[in-house]
T-cell receptor
Framework: AQTVTQSQPEMSVQEAETVTLSCTYD???????LFWYKQPPSRQMILVIR??????QNATENRFSVNFQKAAKSFSLKISDSQLGDAAMYFC????????????FGKGTRLHILP | NAGVTQTPKFRVLKTGQSMTLLCAQD?????MYWYRQDPGMGLRLIHY???????AKGEVPDGYNVSRLKKQNFLLGLESAAPSQTSVYFC????????????FGPGTRLTVL
């Protein structure tokens, strides 16, 4: 069965600095999708970035980028120039490309931004 | 577009009471999901639906029932609420291949006394 592990329950970073959140996953599939979701105090789940496993190029969305290491089954999220609004719970998620499959979420990393 | 909406946003129940949570989406998504979120547990899938009239069990289905009578709506029912069902409930929807991920509702905070 596929699993997603986020080994850092909480992290802190100084405002304007860079922080990396870790995520590893276990799968025997060769093609799949990976996602990072952000959940701010408002509780709303927001998709931050996604990566298709067949693409070697790491995805980037403004200040957010990923380091996708397929062989190591690692999918870390880098946030550059951290802002107070980045404070949230971040969830890593995995989904097979199989039609109709479900997303599997990690347990989350709570990110604190220090002013 | 409203996206995914959930009704109600908050609810307090007494043990043994029943209630239904309503989820609605206007994105014409085939797939809909119900999750619960508890501290330190992340999101756990309760039930999901791959189309109108079809439902399936997720990771933690016990104590819950669901119905998908219309494509845009997905109902989550608690027949006899228990304190262990105190949680935040999220509904989500997606296209079948889910390339854009899942779209989430704002959540419902349920407290069972």
């Amino acid at each position: 069965a596929q699993t997603v592990t986020q080994s850092q329950p909480e992290m802190s970073v100084q405002e304007a600095e860079t922080v990396t959140l870790s995520c590893t996953y276990d799968t025997s599939e060769s093609d799949y999708y990976l996602f990072w979701y952000k959940q701010p105090p408002s509780r709303q789940m927001i998709l931050v970035i996604r990566q298709e496993a067949y693409k070697q190029q790491n995805a980037t969305e403004n200040r957010f980028s990923v380091n996708f290491q397929k062989a190591a089954k690692s999918f870390s999220l880098k946030i550059s120039d951290s802002q107070l609004g980045d404070a949230a719970m971040y969830f890593c998620a995995y989904r097979r490309t199989t039609y109709g499959d479900k997303i599997i979420f990690g347990k989350g990393t709570r990110l604190h931004i220090l002013p | 577009n409203a996206g995914v909406t959930q009704t109600p946003k908050f609810r307090v129940l007494k043990t043994g009471q029943s209630m239904t949570l309503l989820c609605a989406q206007d994105m014409n998504h085939e797939y809909m999901y119900w999750y619960r979120q508890d501290p330190g547990m992340g999101l756990r899938l309760i039930h999901y639906s791959v189309g109108e009239g079809t439902t399936a069990k997720g990771e933690v289905p016990d104590g819950y029932n669901v119905s998908r009578l219309k494509k845009q709506n997905f109902l989550l029912g608690l027949e006899s609420a228990a304190p262990s069902q105190t949680s935040v409930y999220f509904c989500a929807s997606s296209s079948p291949l889910g390339l854009k991920g899942q779209f989430f509702g704002p959540g419902t905070r349920l407290t069972v006394l």
